[in-house]
């Protein structure tokens, strides 16, 4: 076995050219092999290969965290979650997510299908477009993972196994843990909002006790609630999009936490892209956008919505809330209340979820193009500090708010304030 080496753009080809996988997806002839490092994200690697019968990304995980250098070392055995996570999510969603052609777990690498012309969703989103499936693509995405893999369906012994199996993702786990639940909440030292406009909010966010209780509630049940295997980062920039398919991609972060936390992320996100709309204006009027992002905040929840109940009626075959309590005994009512209850808790807690992702985007390490790609640095505040307050009262006020089109109320006053 060799021992871990990062692979570079000049390296690839010597290193990876007898492997069968990519070969027999792109071809032998190493020295017409075409490569390229594309990898945006904060963490890792990525490579796109093309040879002359086509291309593949490999993706290698680095023994540090890309974003800060090796001053903050982080452990390669999170490409071994991604590999699993990565096959449970096309088991349980078929078609969601890339092909994988190869796992490598000592040198840390995933060589796995080119998506093209797929972009990230993100940057469609700043583009100004409005792509029509993401709302259906990610609600069915999102609910079937969630409960497909949790004690709602599946077998006892595989859900324990399986939670014994992504309990070491610890370190990852960790990042969200300062990053998201605590951080944004003190002068913790790798914060930096890059908007000194948001001085006195940020004095005020920090002085708001009530605030500070409930995002360390949120961090309890994050760590506490073994519900379901997350994907764990499942923001706009781990989605790619063509004008009619989406793809989720970089689940390293996958582990065992409650069901809302992928959603309340993912929705923060389209939130976020919606409060920056006014910065990206100069591409070209942005009310229409706005709208559009409302409504797919509104369609990928009633999907979501949909599609876990008709799971939960059509395939509950897990410990939990057994057929044989309520159904099996004609009482259908019963199981229906029980529904109810679990499908309220996701809703008030995907809400908390949802204000300190805002949070921690605009004033913790890890930020996001939809805000940090407004030039005009007043106008880039007035977004951020919009999104923060709509952040502060989801989080704080999410037990009071019973409808996404309050939410969505809410959001279009503060951005026309
Ligand atoms: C140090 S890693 C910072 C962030 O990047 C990843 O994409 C996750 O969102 C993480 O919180
Ligand atoms: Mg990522």
């Known amino acids: 076995k060799l021992p871990f080496e990062a692979l570079s753009v000049e390296t690839l080809a010597a290193r990876l050219g007898a492997n069968t996988a990519l070969c027999s997806h792109i071809g032998k002839d190493t020295p017409r092999w075409k490569v390229r490092e594309v990898g945006d994200g904060n963490l890792n690697l990525v490579f796109i290969v093309e040879g002359a019968q086509g291309a593949a990304v490999v993706k290698q995980a680095l023994p540090y965290v890309r974003l800060v250098g090796d001053s903050w070392p982080l452990p390669l055995k999170r490409s071994f979650f991604e590999y699993h996570a990565l096959t449970r999510?096309?088991?349980?969603?078929?078609?969601?997510?890339?092909a994988i052609h190869h796992f490598d777990e000592g040198q840390a690498l995933i060589i796995m299908?080119?998506?093209?012309?797929?972009?990230?969703?993100?940057?469609?989103l700043i583009?100004?477009?409005?792509?029509?499936?993401?709302?259906?693509?990610?609600?069915?995405?999102?609910?079937?993972?969630?409960?497909?893999?949790s004690d709602l369906s599946m077998v006892t012994k595989d859900r324990k196994a399986d939670l014994a199996l992504f309990a070491d993702n610890v370190e990852l786990c960790d990042i969200t843990e300062n990053l998201v639940f605590s951080d944004p909440y003190f002068d913790a030292r790798m914060n930096r909002h890059t908007s000194p406009q948001l001085d006195s909010i940020v004095a005020e966010l920090r002085a708001d006790r009530d605030l500070k209780v409930e995002a360390q509630r949120l961090k309890h049940i994050f760590a506490a609630n073994a519900e379901t295997l997350l994907h764990g980062d499942l923001h706009s920039g781990s989605i790619m999009v063509t004008e009619t398919e989406t793809r989720m991609i970089d689940p390293e972060f996958a582990f065992y936490g409650p069901i809302a936390f992928d959603v309340?992320?993912?929705?923060?996100?389209?939130?976020?892209?919606?409060f920056s709309q006014r910065g990206h204006e100069?591409?070209?009027?942005?009310?229409?956008?706005?709208?559009?992002?409302?409504?797919?905040?509104?369609?990928?929840?009633?999907?979501?919505r949909s599609e876990f109940s008709h799971l939960w009626r059509t395939e509950r075959t897990g410990m939990l809330y057994q057929k044989s309590l309520f159904e099996?005994?004609?009482?259908?009512?019963?199981?229906?209340?029980?529904?109810?209850h679990v499908l309220?808790?996701?809703?008030?807690?995907?809400?908390g979820f949802a204000g300190v992702e805002v949070h921690r985007r605009i004033l913790g390490l890890a930020h996001n193009a939809d805000f940090e790609t407004i030039a005009d640095a007043d106008l880039r505040a007035t977004c951020e500090a919009k999104a923060l307050k709509f952040g502060r009262h989801i989080a704080v006020s999410r037990r009071q708010i019973h409808s996404i089109d309050e939410v969505n109320t809410l959001a279009a006053l503060i951005e026309r304030e």
């Open 127 to 149: 583009e100004g477009r409005q792509l029509p499936n993401i709302a259906r693509d990610i609600g069915l995405f999102m609910a079937r993972t969630l409960f497909r893999g």
């Open 264 to 274: 309340g992320m993912l929705l923060a996100n389209f939130w976020m892209a919606f």
């Open 282 to 304: 100069q591409i070209g009027k942005r009310d229409a956008m706005r709208a559009y992002l409302l409504g797919v905040t509104v369609e990928t929840w009633s999907v979501f």
């Open 344 to 351: 309220h808790q996701i809703w008030t807690d995907m809400l």
């Open 113 to 124: 299908e080119y998506l093209s012309p797929h972009i990230i969703l993100r940057r469609a």
């Open 89 to 98: 999510q096309q088991a349980r969603a078929p078609g969601s997510v890339p």
């Open 328 to 340: 099996d005994q004609g009482d259908r009512l019963g199981s229906e209340q029980a529904l109810d």
